[in-house]
Nanobody
Framework: QVQLVESGGGLVQAGDSLRLSCAASGRTANNYNMAMGWFRQAPGKEREFVAATSWILGATYIAESVKGRFTISRDTAKRTVWLQMNSLKPEDTAVYYC??????????????????WGQGTQVTVSS
């Protein structure tokens, strides 16, 4: 089992930056074949893929809707992944979930390939 704990959400203004963190723990968190990433869910909308990273090579995948503004990075020793969000827009307002999967990071845009979810952290961007 893997536990994912997010932090770093909050209320910011449009144009601001925010960095989310996610720490993984548990026995299978030591499985370096796991990929980690982020989904988000805005009010009244379905959860959508935001970003993912492969654990060993650090390959990254970013959703088109946030490409150029969001980046994902990881620290393998700390079992931590970060989502750096720049130039935030009101439409980025959502609950952001840290996710982990035994599937390749390239497939993590598919919600059915996600094995573990964090509890979520709220990001609110005011105009």
């Amino acid at each position: 089992q893997v536990q994912l704990v997010e932090s770093g959400g909050g209320l910011v203004q449009a144009g601001d930056s925010l960095r989310l963190s996610c720490a993984a723990s548990g026995r299978t968190a030591n499985n370096y074949n796991m990929a980690m990433g982020w989904f988000r869910q805005a009010p009244g909308k379905e959860r959508e893929f935001v970003a993912a990273t492969s654990w060993i090579l650090g390959a990254t995948y970013i959703a088109e809707s946030v490409k150029g503004r969001f980046t994902i990075s990881r620290d393998t020793a700390k079992r931590t992944v970060w989502l750096q969000m720049n130039s935030l827009k009101p439409e980025d307002t959502a609950v952001y979930y840290c996710v982990a999967s035994t599937a390749p990071a390239s497939l993590m845009s598919r919600i059915d390939r996600i094995d573990y979810w964090g509890q979520g952290t709220q990001v609110t961007v005011s105009s």
